[in-house]
């Protein structure tokens, strides 16, 4: 018997010998660092929910150690969700909604695990949910890790972190590395997953950073934070825009100030705003947000301390050089937001135009190459279709493009690079293959998400596969699965890329005159005005 094993028996056997024969059969126990866990288990498999990892003692400041508790925590209700703003979503996505209350202490944890106490070491996948840096938990419904630990036997955790002014707040009056305190609380859950995931079936040394949209930003950070270097061991990044750069220290101290300026603060004075509720801090965030067109700097900021270098900008993360990397987004990512106002699906070719060149920052000419490339690409595309794929690869695709090609001329580990393909039936079609579209599928969740992806024929395969690719990918190093054909580590020549739809299938450098022509045009930071969506 293990020493692990040991602990998780003899705390078993000791705390739940009083409540009966029942209770103990249902309530896996497990001794941490901090203190013992009760948990829940449901279809073989054994979740802890609302682990604190650090602790939040004073706004804006740095993370501090979590305190230990007494006795047995119960560990079978999410925690906090972080402070934020939410905007109305279509129903079709209501999978993405999220159930815990808001509140500043939110530095917690959950976790799903196949296997306790019986001295296995299994892969470990680390959730980076996504919001853009703004919203977002890693406790919604779709996110539960259960069939994924059961069925690729693996241990998922979630991590739930500061956002938006809480996290990212750049201000002199702060201590140094204040704007980058919701990448340090990642780092701490990271930490936390060093020390304890063993106690629950996991490996330690097997650790996989994945998040999709801004949680794929959230990887692309972690990658390149020196505090973070050897918590984990591979990373998957699915559609992230934002992904390549941080804010800049000027771009984040304006929209420092003009936070401070909504309160009558001046620069230096932030530690004043401690005592201000939350809700007005983010009413005058989105205040100063709207004021730029939606460009959000309240973002990790390239402070010189807690970062000294963008992450996929002019090179991959040197401090995450020998870790592979799988890496891509869907087809058409836009059309999760370009839904929501039917007015979007029958643009005429001069509104298309007009949002291409404001969205892309582009003069005339150049606008008239990109349309022109996309439509000789796109015969009998209708001016949304064209649009569509635009700012699907301008917002998403080319920053992973870019991102798996930095990272292969670094000359460590492999990069491997996909599209998600699978195109929902739901609305008649108009989605496509939206952004979050691989979400059900990676987690197993494709129940909770019907409205979705419907019930055709394809569903269980593609759910299968995703969760296979994944999985092993955190096993090995390398994506494979039963029914995917080889899939070579991409490189600048072949750019070889699996496309990921009904079946998988490998392609050269698809969509390549489309790709070539926006190669010249900067890529897109969220930093950048969002306007593809309104005239």
């Known amino acids: 018997m293990t020493e692990t094993t040991r602990r998780i028996v003899l705390s078993t056997c000791a705390i739940l010998a009083a409540a009966g024969p029942a209770r ?8 941490t660092s901090l203190g013992t866990l009760r948990g829940a288990t449901a279809d073989g498999v054994h979740s802890f929910k609302g682990i604190p990892y650090a602790r939040a003692a004073q706004r804006f400041a740095p993370p501090g150690a979590a305190e230990p508790w007494p006795g047995v925590r ?32 939110c530095l917690t944890l959950c976790l799903y695990t196949a296997g306790l106490g019986d001295g296995r070491k299994r892969p470990v996948l680390v959730w980076l949910h996504g919001g853009a840096w703004s919203t977002g938990a890693g406790t919604s419904p779709i996110l539960d890790g259960s069939a994924l630990a059961r069925e690729q036997d693996v241990v998922i955790v979630a991590v739930n972190h500061r956002l938006n002014v809480f996290g990212y707040l750049f201000d002199s009056g702060l ?80 929209a420092a100030h003009a936070l401070l300026g909504e309160f009558g603060l001046q620069p230096g004075e932030a530690p004043k705003l ?44 040197t401090t995450a050089r020998d870790v592979p990397l799988l890496i891509g987004s869907a087809e058409t990512e836009i059309t999760f937001y370009l839904a929501q106002d039917p007015k979007n699906r029958s643009l005429t070719a001069e509104q298309m135009r007009a949002r291409v060149q404001r969205f892309l920052r582009i ?87 019907r409205d979705f992806t419907g019930d ?34 991409y490189d600048a020549a072949s750019r070889i890329t699996m496309l990921l739809g009904n079946e998988a299938t490998l392609a050269r450098d698809p969509a390549s005159a489309q790709r070539q022509v926006l190669a010249a045009i900067p890529r897109f930071e969220y930093g950048h005005p969002t306007t593809f969506t309104r005239d």
């Open 456 to 489: 055709g024929a394809e569903v269980p395969a593609v759910r299968k596969r995703m969760m296979a690719l994944w999985a092993s990918f955190a096993r090995t190093g390398r994506p494979q699965a039963p029914d995917v054909p080889d899939w070579p580590a």
């Open 24 to 31: 103990a059969a249902t309530a896996p126990m497990v001794e």
């Open 74 to 105: 119960d560990a079978i209700e999410h925690g906090a969700t972080a402070p934020q703003l939410r905007g109305a979503a279509l129903p079709v996505f209501r999978y993405l909604d999220m159930t815990a209350a808001q509140a500043e202490d």
């Open 274 to 317: 401690r005592d201000a509720p939350a809700d007005k801090l983010l009413a005058a965030m989105a205040k100063v947000v709207a004021a730029q067109g939606g460009a959000n700097n309240f973002r990790p900021v390239l402070d010189g301390a807690f970062f000294t270098a963008h992450p996929f900008d002019i090179q991959a993360p």
């Open 175 to 254: 201590a140094p590395g204040a704007g980058n305190n919701g990448v340090a609380d990642m780092v701490a859950a990271l930490g936390w997953v060093r020390d304890n995931i063993d106690r629950f079936g996991g490996d330690p040394a097997n650790v996989t950073i994945f998040g999709q949209s801004g949680g794929a930003a959230k990887v692309s950070a972690v990658m390149t934070a020196p505090a973070a270097k050897g918590l984990f061991h591979r990373a998957i990044m699915e559609s992230g825009s934002g992904a390549l750069k941080l804010a800049s220290p000027d771009d984040a101290g304006r």
């Open 363 to 449: 003069d005339a000419a150049t606008t008239d190459r990109v349309v022109a490339a996309y439509a000789a690409a796109m015969p009998g595309a209708t001016p949304t279709d064209v649009l569509a794929m635009i700012g699907s690869d301008q917002n998403y695709r080319m920053g992973m493009i870019q991102a798996a090609a930095l990272k292969t001329a670094s000359g460590g580990a492999p990069a491997w690079l996909y599209t998600f393909t699978w195109r929902s039936p739901a609305m008649e079609g108009v989605l496509r293959s939206p952004h979050t579209a691989e979400i059900p599928f990676v987690f197993g969740n494709t129940d909770m998400a």
